[in-house]
Nanobody
Framework: QVQMVESGGGSVQPGESLRLSCAAS????????WTWYRQRAGKEREGVAV???????NYRDFTKGRFIISRDNAKNTLYLQMNNLAPEDTAMYYC????????????????????WGQGTQVTVSS
C-alpha cells in the first residue's frame, strides 16, 4: 500500500517562496499522473499542477508561471516550488497520484480513487 506524505508548508509573507514535497513510500510506485491540488477556505479542491508519467507537465492559469512542479524518481518524491506567493495562494495543499489512465484534459479534477496525502497548510499574509 502506497502512502504519501506532504511537507514544506508554512506561513510566509507575500512575495516569498515555499517548496512543497510529497514523498511516496510503501510499495513500488509508478503513477500515470501525479498532481498537486489545493483547497482554499470555503472553496472546492482544485488542481494546481500535474506531472505525467512521460514527464510532461501542466499548470492552472492562476499559477501564472510562479509555480514549478518536479519529481525525483530516485526518492519517489514530487515537489512544488512556489514563488512570489500571494494571499490568495493560502490553502491546504495536497498531492494525489493516479495509477490508471486519466484523460489529459481532466487532470485538474479531483478523483476519489486517487491516492491522496494528508495535506500541508500554506498561509500567505503580511
Amino acid at each position: 500500500q502506497v502512502q504519501m506524505v506532504e511537507s514544506g508548508g508554512g506561513s510566509v509573507q507575500p512575495g516569498e517562496s515555499l517548496r512543497l514535497s510529497c514523498a511516496a513510500s510503501g510499495a513500488t510506485f509508478s503513477p500515470y499522473l501525479w498532481t498537486w491540488y489545493r483547497q482554499r477556505a470555503g472553496k472546492e479542491r482544485e488542481g494546481v499542477a500535474v506531472m505525467f508519467n512521460d514527464d510532461s507537465t501542466n499548470y492552472r492559469d492562476f499559477t501564472k508561471g510562479r509555480f514549478i512542479i518536479s519529481r525525483d524518481n530516485a526518492k519517489n518524491t514530487l515537489y512544488l516550488q512556489m514563488n512570489n506567493l500571494a494571499p490568495e495562494d493560502t490553502a491546504m495543499y495536497y498531492c494525489a497520484a493516479d495509477l490508471g489512465f486519466v484523460p489529459a484534459f481532466q487532470w485538474w479534477l479531483p478523483r476519489s480513487d486517487a491516492l491522496w496525502g494528508q495535506g500541508t497548510q500554506v498561509t500567505v499574509s503580511s
